[in-house]
């Protein structure tokens, strides 16, 4: 009986435990973020999608507001176009021009709101909002893109929430976008005047390879006739021996 007790307070301790770090842990699972498709390296330009979950069993989610980071500001940000919402971009004056593909840019994104025309984002689901950005900065390792989510009964969360170094993450954290070092040129895309100077040194190889690989085959061509030649030449002759020494012994024998 005691072996028995102890058992069911075992179990039942454990399911206690076990439904609070679920409870405890949910939030982190289910808060708005940001995540770029494939990488984001400094200094190139990337696709993110800001992922937007809906918490509410009883609302959708009908509102989402991106806030642009102020102390990078990003002057290329082209939301792609999503079925059911509609895309108003905020652009401000910056407060010091940045330079983009040779002219100089005195305002960028700061913020992007996409409003439902539909149900919006239904309990049990999520949805992406793809944002093509850069250039992204060069002397940053992440961007923080703060947030409000909207529903349908007017509730509205802010994830706003920076977090703090060494700290516990906070309830509302706001998406954070991390930037993956610069490639060897300093963009995230390849030179193309380097690969167009490749291969036109692989095609000259293998044109090489391939004048050298016919000569050799001339020459072999040309071989094998004269050695033809020679043997019909040779065999010739030998007929012609055998025909007269042939001759020499029918003379002798007379």
């Known amino acids: 009986m005691k072996a028995s007790r102890i058992a069911s307070?075992?179990?039942?301790?454990?399911?206690?435990?076990?439904?609070?770090?679920?409870?405890?842990?949910?939030?982190?699972?289910?808060?708005?973020?940001v995540a770029a498709e494939g990488t984001a390296a400094k200094g190139g330009y990337a696709v993110v999608d800001f992922k937007v979950p809906n918490e509410r069993d009883n609302a959708s989610t009908t509102k989402l507001e991106v806030t642009f980071p102020t102390d990078h500001p990003l002057a290329s940000a082209m939301p792609e176009p999503i079925n059911g919402w509609k895309i108003d971009v905020t652009k401000s004056k910056l407060a010091k021009p940045i330079e983009l593909h040779g002219k100089q840019i005195s305002e960028a994104v700061s913020k992007i709101t996409w409003t439902a025309t539909g149900k919006g984002i239904e309990a049990g689901y999520f949805q992406k909002f793809p944002v093509s950005v850069g250039a992204l900065p060069e002397d940053a390792d992440e961007l923080v893109f703060k947030a409000i989510?909207?529903?349908?009964?007017?509730?509205?969360?802010?994830?706003?929430?920076?977090?703090?170094d060494g700290a516990e993450e906070p309830e509302n954290p706001a998406p954070v976008?991390?930037?993956?070092?610069?490639?060897?040129?300093?963009?995230s895309h390849g030179t193309t005047a380097e690969d167009a100077s490749d291969e036109s040194a692989d095609d000259a190889e293998a044109a090489a390879s391939t004048t050298e690989a016919a000569s050799d085959s001339d020459s072999s061509d040309t071989t094998a006739r004269v050695l033809g030649v020679v043997g019909i030449v040779v065999g010739a002759a030998g007929v012609a021996y055998g025909v007269l020494a042939g001759r020499r012994r029918t003379t002798t024998e007379a």
Not at 9 to 33: D, I, K, N, Q
Not at 182 to 187: L, M, R, V, Y
């Open 9 to 33: 307070r075992v179990a039942a301790a454990a399911a206690v435990a076990g439904s609070a770090v679920l409870v405890l842990s949910s939030p982190a699972f289910a808060h708005v973020s």
């Open 149 to 164: 989510q909207t529903y349908s009964n007017k509730e509205v969360v802010r994830w706003i929430e920076v977090q703090e």
């Open 177 to 187: 976008l991390a930037l993956a070092a610069a490639s060897e040129d300093g963009h």
